[in-house]
Every structure is written in C-alpha cells, then in structure tokens.
C-alpha cells in the first residue's frame, strides 16, 4: 500500500502537476478544455472533471516528451553525462533503483517539466494581463525559471549517481588491458617480448638464413 502511494504521488507531481499548469495556460485560446477545468463553473460536471485530468495527464506526458528533447540533452552536453548502465544489474538491485526513481528522478521530472510549462504562461491572455505587464511578473517569471533549472540539475546528478553506484560495471583488469589508450599490463609487454623471441629463433626470419649461411661456410 505504501508503494502503491509514493507510485502515485510520484505520478502526480511528474506528470499531473505540470500538465495542469501547461493546460491551463492554454485553456482560454480551448473552450472545452476551459469547460474541463471548471472555470466555468456552471459548465462543471463530474465528467469534466474527468476529462480535465485525463487532458493534464496528457499533456504532462508531452512536456515530458519535450523535457527529454531539450532539457535532458542540454545537461548532458553541459557536464552531467548518463550513465551507462549495466542492466544485468537490475534484478539484485530493483527495490534500491525503484527508490532512487521516486526519490530523485520523479522530482527531476517535476521541475523539469515545470520549467517548461511556464514558459506557456504567456500565451494565456489573462496571465499577459496580470502577471507578464509588471516588472514584478517578470522578475517572478525569472526567478522560477532558473529556480527550476538548478533544482533539476540537483536532482538528476543525484539520480545519475545513486543508479551509477547499482548498474555501472567496473571495469576488469584484462578489459583495462586491452584498452589501447591505455598503457600495457606487465602480463602483456611479458607476452610481447615472447612473441619477438619466438620470431627471432623462428628459420623462417632473416637473421636465421644469415646464421645457416655462416655456417655452411
């Protein structure tokens, strides 16, 4: 039951929570997802209701969508890597890594998907009106916005390391060896210079023909 719950709050503030923000920013240029979302209130009912939060989770998925396309792509290029995981790895370690999506990734989700959802904002007549004609609005605009940004940067460093730790094989010795940026291994420079004695005894090579040359003289 307390699984069932931290899934569904994680669900919630992921996907629902931004896809409100997103769908209400647009409902005045929709009147039937305006309808959905009971700002008319004579026009609410319990299938609206429905409705709407079918349409949030909706859109919550397509920021979501996006949020992968530019968000996720521009910390990765910007010093925070993914990971290669190592999926072999998941079975032993699927309660520690379902507990580092819910604690670290879905909060990334949240923010990252917030931050675009905003940036919707001004295309709600109401909100241009209110919130985006003062000084103070844009300063609110602002700060969210970077708000938003380094909150999901926190979060999915930390995700990336918690999940580092479980799926990321380490490297073996002979893996290390074969790696050609890599300096030779004792074992190998040993196997070399066996390789180039061999060759220099073999019959076939020309410091053998000189040495049956001197010879037979």
């Not at 940026?181 to 019959?203: C, I």
Request: some cysteine.
């Amino acid at each position: 039951m307390r699984g069932l719950t931290e899934a569904s709050f994680g669900v919630v503030i992921a996907y629902l929570v931004p896809g409100l923000v997103a769908l209400s920013a647009v409902s005045e240029w929709l009147p039937t997802v305006e309808s959905w979302l009971g700002n008319q209130s004579e026009n609410a009912s319990m299938g609206g209701f429905l409705y709407g939060t079918l349409a949030a989770l909706a859109s919550g998925l397509t920021l979501s969508a996006i949020r992968w396309l530019t968000l996720d792509q521009l910390h990765h290029v910007t010093g925070l890597p993914a990971p290669k995981w190592d999926f072999s790895k998941l079975q032993q370690h699927f309660a520690a890594f379902a507990g580092a999506v819910e604690n670290h990734f879905r909060y990334y989700q949240f923010y990252g998907n917030m931050l675009l959802a905003i940036c919707l904002i001004p295309l709600a007549p109401t909100a241009r009106g209110i919130w985006l004609s003062t000084c103070a609005g844009w300063m609110l605009g602002s700060v969210l916005i970077v708000v938003y940004f380094l909150a999901s940067r926190d979060t999915l460093s930390k995700y990336y390391a918690r999940t580092a730790a479980m799926l990321v094989s380490v490297p073996s010795l002979q893996e290390f060896s074969n790696d050609q940026r890599l300096p030779p291994s004792e074992n190998q420079v040993a196997q070399d210079n066996g390789e180039s004695a061999n060759k220099a005894g073999d019959p076939t090579s020309a410091e053998s023909k000189e040495s049956r040359v001197a010879d037979n003289r």
